[in-house]
Structure formats: C-alpha cells, structure tokens
C-alpha cells in the first residue's frame, strides 16, 4: 500500500470550516439555519474595485508576474502602511501571497525548523496550530483566560521565552475573540521582546481596520521600531474589504524574511494573477469608505451581541473592540441538558444549539479554549437579532 508523508498524518481540516459546512447542507436540506460560524464579511468591496479588475482584465498580458507582487500592488500596500502608522519600509521589505493563510504557511516554512519552538497564545486562530503541527514544530500554548480578557500578559511572556524559543505568533486584533490590545499593553509586550533578540515574531494584524470605540492602532514596531529586524507584520484584503475570495496576503518585515517568501512563491504559486492585483491594488490604494462605514457598523453589531449576552445569567464576555466575533464563556451551561440531551462541553453545546434552535457557532476547543464558542456576527442584521434570541431561548430552556 503506498502511503503518503509522514507529514499528513499531522494536517487535519479546519475545525471552523467543519461546522461551516454541517450548517449549510442542513440549510440547502431547507433548515431554518443561522450561522454564527464562519469569519467571512458580509459585504463587497466599492464599485471601484471591480472597475480595476475589468481594466485589467481588458490590458491582460496572461504572462507570468512577479514572484515578489507587482510594482503596484507593493507601493500601495506600502501607502496602506504609511497611513497606519509605519513608516521606513520600502518594496525590498514586502512580499504577497495567496492570502495571509498562505504568507503565514510560508513564513512558518521559512523560519521554523522541525522540533522548533513557536508560542501561541490561546485562544489562538486554528490554522497558526494546524500550520505548526504540520511543519513538526514544538507548540508552546500560553493560556490567556477570559479572566485575564483573553490577552497575552508581559510576565507570563517573559517567563515563556526559553534561550531555545524560535518565534512567537501574535495576533491583534484577535480572531476569535475581537480582543485589542492597548498602547500600554503592546509597549509592556514589545520590551519584553525588546529582550529577546533571538525571537521572531509573526504579527497577524489582518483586522487593523477593524478598531472600535476609538481605541488607536498599536503595534509592537510602532512601540519598539528595532523591533523591525524580526517582527514581520502580516495582512491581507480578505476581511478589510470584503474580498476573502481574491487571496491576496501581505507582509512587511526584515528583508531577508521578504526574500524567502519571493524564493517560496518562486517555487509554488510564482505570481498572484494581473486581474487579482488590480482589484487589491484598487482596494488599497482607492477611497476607505467601506472599510470605514463597515467598521463603524460591525461596532453597532458588537454592542447587540454584548447586549444579548449580558443578558445571560452565568455567561461571561469579556468585550471585543476589534474584528467581528464574540467569544462567551459559555461553561455555566456545562452540566444541564437541553431535554433529554446533555451539554457537557462546548462540542455539545454547539451541536444542540444547532439541531434544537438552528443556530451554528464554532467550540471553543477549536480554538484551544473549551469553555467559550465563537459568535462571529456578520450574517444579515435580522438573522443577527433572530440568532441572538435563539441563543438566550436556549440557555433559558436548560435545566
Ligand atoms: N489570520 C487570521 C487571524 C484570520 O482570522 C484569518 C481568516 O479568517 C486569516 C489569517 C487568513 O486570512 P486570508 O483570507 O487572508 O487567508
């Protein structure tokens, strides 16, 4: 029997897209479904993005293109930079992929040796573990409770790093749980860094533009610029502009990390598509009202999903000001059945909240934290106020 790599035997699918798919067969079988469950925005881009991409589609050379990312596509993402904040970094610092999933994949490739060591604080997004276990990296989680809002604290850092310790994964703000670190708490995080000079760190600010209650965008280079040497900042168009499907991924970092991925992508996907980076070029480059009015909405959305939680007795949320999730410790319900079923953890809390009221969110545990699920709250307002109302139904019904 011939047998694949060993390496296969540690890839698994996504946990989030597992439950993804299980809400829309039962909805395509005509389910009164409401998903909570996958992180795609719920709207497009402005008009102009489409322009781009005809133009360009009309002037197709439909030859190969950079394997660094088009002159254009680097200078606007270096535009989108200046006006967050960075300033210093030229195109020898950038690179593009197939979307940050793939540049993560990628820098995870280059940097990571097998047996390596990467911090993950947890919750974490599920692929930086699933990407980790793949490349046979040693995964050091470092748990940052609800009780501590689910963020990464200075001490517990620098009592992590060992002299051995390759690479920390940070991410803000945080997918799942919409948690934005302050000023204070990136500059306390970067002096510890400060400290470690033999650490890489993977910034994966994807949700930057995703900000509320006018709260600024930190950054651990912004705080600590020599940080620039070894942390690189990860972005992408997905969930900014509403186009997860065009996979276009960024990053800015030191150049020699910027090389790998040109010398990665030289060797898979060699270019991202002229069609694709005229859309990305037009999305980074052009006006920002959507991004802008759909921030301002997705904050209205996220004091409704407070609001409905708070409501719960026993469910505690500490308050997302970033992305569009919610991530409830929802572990008062452990222990009760919904009839005759019993909820003794999350994955059971979910599955009967998605067979009894029709309502899909992902477990926790997906996202090394089984006491909470994850409510991501861009599905069509009155599905949002149905969803949430089936939500409370639910817990009011166990017993
Ligand atoms: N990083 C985080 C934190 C995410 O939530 C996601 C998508 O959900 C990604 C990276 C991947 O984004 P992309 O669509 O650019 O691959």
């Not at 030229?90 to 540049?103: C, F, I, P, T, Y």
């Not at 000079?197 to 949700?207: A, E, F, K, M, R």
């Not at 006491?371 to 599905?379: E, F, G, L």
Request: net charge neutral.
């Amino acid at each position: 029997m011939l047998k694949l790599a060993q390496r296969m035997s540690r890839a698994k699918p996504s946990a989030i897209m597992v439950i993804a798919e299980k809400a829309k067969k039962l909805k395509a079988a005509g389910g009164d479904i409401i998903s909570f469950s996958i992180g795609v925005p719920n709207f497009l881009p402005g008009e102009h993005v489409y322009a781009a991409a005809h133009e360009a589609l009309k002037h197709d050379s439909g030859q190969y293109g950079s394997n660094r990312g088009s002159d254009a596509l680097l200078d606007a993402f270096l535009k989108h930079l200046r006006e967050g904040g960075f300033e210093g970094y030229e195109r020898k610092h950038l690179a593009s992929g197939v979307g940050a999933k793939q540049v993560l994949f990628n820098l995870m490739y280059a940097l990571l040796d097998e047996g390596d060591e990467i911090l993950i604080p947890t919750p974490y997004w599920t692929s930086y573990v699933d990407i980790a276990e793949i490349l046979g990296a040693k995964i050091t989680l470092l748990p940052c409770p609800p009780e501590q809002n689910y963020k990464l604290t200075p001490a517990q850092l620098e009592a992590a790093i060992k002299p051995t310790t390759k690479l920390l994964l940070f991410n803000n703000p945080s997918n799942p749980t919409g948690m934005v670190y302050t000023p204070d708490e990136i500059k306390a995080i970067a002096d510890v860094l400060a400290k470690h000079p033999n650490l890489w760190v993977l910034s994966d600010d994807i949700y930057n533009r995703m900000i509320f209650d006018g709260l600024p965008y930190a950054h651990l280079v912004k705080a600590r610029p020599e940080l620039r040497d070894r942390v690189v900042i990860i972005d992408s168009i997905s969930k900014t502009y509403g186009m997860p499907g065009w996979r276009v991924g960024l990053i800015a970092g030191p150049e020699s990390v910027a090389l790998a991925m040109v010398t990665l992508n030289s060797n898979h996907i060699t270019n991202l598509p002229e069609v694709v980076t005229a859309a990305a070029v037009a999305a980074l480059g052009g006006p920002q009202d959507v991004p802008k009015q759909k921030n301002a909405d997705f904050a209205k959305r996220r004091d409704e999903v407070m609001a409905a939680l708070n409501a719960i007795p026993g469910v505690r949320c500490p308050r997302p000001q970033g992305a569009f999730y919610a991530f409830p410790d929802i572990s008062v319900a452990f222990g009760k059945k919904h009839g005759a079923t019993p909820v003794n953890n999350d994955v059971d809390f979910c599955n009967a909240l998605l067979e009894v009221k029709g309502v899909a969110c992902v477990p926790g545990s997906a996202f090394g934290e089984p006491r909470a699920i994850r409510i991501s709250y861009t599905c069509k307002p009155a599905e949002l106020t149905d969803g949430l109302k089936r939500l409370q139904a639910f817990f009011s019904e166990l017993k």
